[in-house]
């Protein structure tokens, strides 16, 4: 006689998961996500698709797969179908060549120094990088309205300093993004905020600098 508690009739051993669940799981894993967070995240109304995978049901549709390559593009359509190795990029691949277009993977940080490791990648249409090898999360309030916190800012490294343009400088004691401004002393680099009225400028010697980087790209969801 079965037994009449059915509670976990649908539970399916890791060691017994389905090809494309292993697949998922993967991605999944790589996102850092729950797999109903994940859900929402690449647009799905609910995460009920995701878990009927898991349990058998039914395996990776041509769409789903199509979905997730959007916000994952290392992980190809053909290789979330079929589990070919040879259809999947690898996690570290420096571009990702498209039909008419070619991504670029930027690590992100929230301080650039030598050492420090990204929090994460992305992938940016290289056409629209600007030549940016870099990007960090600008948390300083005093760049809005113009670099808003939270905005990731991509840099170019750059030798040469060009009055109104926005700058990465790095020094002993801090990263700092501002507007370089003019100065009547050549020995100063004088650094502003489109808000002059509530901050002070910033004055700095070229001694102090020991990077800087031109603010090329500002991407915001405000």
Known sequence: MQPKNTKFKNTIPENSATPDW???????E??????????????LPRSENLYQIKKGNHGISKALAEQINRFY??????????GDAGAKLPPDADHIE???????????????????KP??????SERLSNDAGQAVINNDESLAPRIPVGALVFLKQSEKLIFGKYYLFQTPEMDLIRK??????????????????????????PAE???????VKVLSDI
């Open 30 to 43: 790589e996102s850092g996500m729950s797999v109903n967070a994940f859900a929402l995240h690449i647009g």
């Open 209 to 215: 600098i020991e990077n800087q980087y031109l603010v």
């Open 180 to 205: 370089v401004s003019g100065s009547p002393n050549p020995d100063e680099i004088r650094l502003s905020t489109e808000d002059g009225e509530t901050y002070d400028d910033i004055v700095l010697s």
């Open 98 to 116: 498209l039909r008419n277009d070619s991504l670029k993977r930027f690590p992100v940080y929230s301080r650039i120094k030598n050492g420090t």
């Open 22 to 28: 292993i697949r998922l799981r993967e991605v999944i």
């Open 73 to 82: 593009p290392s992980f190809s359509v053909g290789w979330l179908l079929s």
């Open 119 to 124: 929090i994460y990648h992305l992938y940016l």
